[in-house]
């Protein structure tokens, strides 16, 4: 059976989130801190979801622009 962790606290992932976005390494703060550097991608990618920063992932598509391929192709 895979080892669980409990989530780690709000405030801990809002700091980790900062120091990515001031330009720290996700793997590097992994080796640091205990969560994986694809946890704190995630929450990067939560985060800037909730604060609409559509800016930070520039080819993250919209609906409307991943529908656009299958309506010219007729599907």
Do not use: H, N, Y
Not at 10 to 39: H, M, Y
């Amino acid at each position: 059976m895979p080892r669980t962790r409990p989530p780690s606290p709000a405030e801990f992932r809002r700091q980790i989130v900062e120091l990515v976005r001031a330009g720290c390494d996700p793997t590097d703060l992994a080796r640091e801190f205990e969560p994986s550097a694809q946890a704190i991608r995630s929450w990067v990618a939560q985060a800037d979801r909730t604060e609409d920063r559509r800016e930070a992932k520039a080819e993250t598509l919209t609906t409307a622009e991943r529908e656009e391929p299958r309506i010219r192709l007729g599907r």
